[in-house]
């Protein structure tokens, strides 16, 4: 098995590629409560190394976003749905949870909406509105320890309008629009979250991308 530069390393041996999933697979469920077990991290880790080496037996080239769609898809065949999308999520650089002290030190978690780009941008406009339900749903146990109480940063707006023209009001005036409406959406899902969760608190939204 041989790994893109880009990826990180280059890993031959099976069980450097074990232990390259296996922290993977821990460091986007490290903060929330799961059932994975460090044996059902490793098993994991161990299929999808054995996968890639019995169909590939003279080594294979996988680009990072290849190898967390193979774990991701490994998980959910576990029934580890939850930890199947963290996966995606966190260990592509989608999402990450930090605490900043400009908040209090409350929980934040922070998404970058560059980072779901699919080539599409005007198809993503629409399909993102509807992802983002499902973001929300797969990372709202990282605020259950504060009952709610937090941060949901969001930033790269810009990066998920499609085209962009020559008239620099009309794209500002899009933009605008475009990051009320997403924000609007995670707004009215936290809020759903908060009931579900019986949260005594809602997440702050805060928009990351620097002032126009």
């Not at 993102?128 to 749903?137: A, E, F, P, Y």
């Not at 969001?154 to 009320?180: P, V």
Request: aromatic fraction near 4%.
């Amino acid at each position: 098995m041989i790994l893109k530069p880009a990826y990180a390393c280059t890993v031959n041996d099976r069980e450097a590629m074990v232990e390259h999933l296996a922290v993977e697979i821990t460091q986007s469920n490290n903060q929330t409560a799961t059932n994975l077990t460090p044996h059902m991290v490793r098993e994991v880790a161990h299929g999808i190394a054995a996968y890639l080496d019995d169909n590939h037996p003279d080594g294979v080239r996988i680009e990072s976003g290849q190898l967390l769609g193979l774990t991701s898809r490994a998980l959910l065949a576990v029934g580890e749905s939850g930890a199947a999308r963290r996966v995606l999520l966190f260990g592509g650089g989608m999402a990450r949870c930090t605490a900043w002290t400009v908040v209090g030190g409350e929980p934040m978690i922070v998404l970058d909406l560059g980072r779901f780009a699919t080539g599409d941008s005007a198809l993503l406009e629409l399909s993102l509105i509807r992802t983002l339900d499902i973001v929300l749903d797969s990372v709202a146990d990282l605020w259950d320890a504060a009952g709610g109480a937090g941060w949901l940063g969001l930033r790269n707006f810009r990066s998920i309008m499609a085209g962009g023209g020559r008239n620099r009001r009309a794209d500002r005036k899009r933009h605008r629009a475009l990051s009320a409406e997403l924000i609007a959406r995670c707004e009215q899902r936290l809020a759903h979250l908060r009931v579900a969760r019986a949260w005594s608190a809602t997440p702050q939204i805060m928009n990351l991308d620097p002032a126009e």
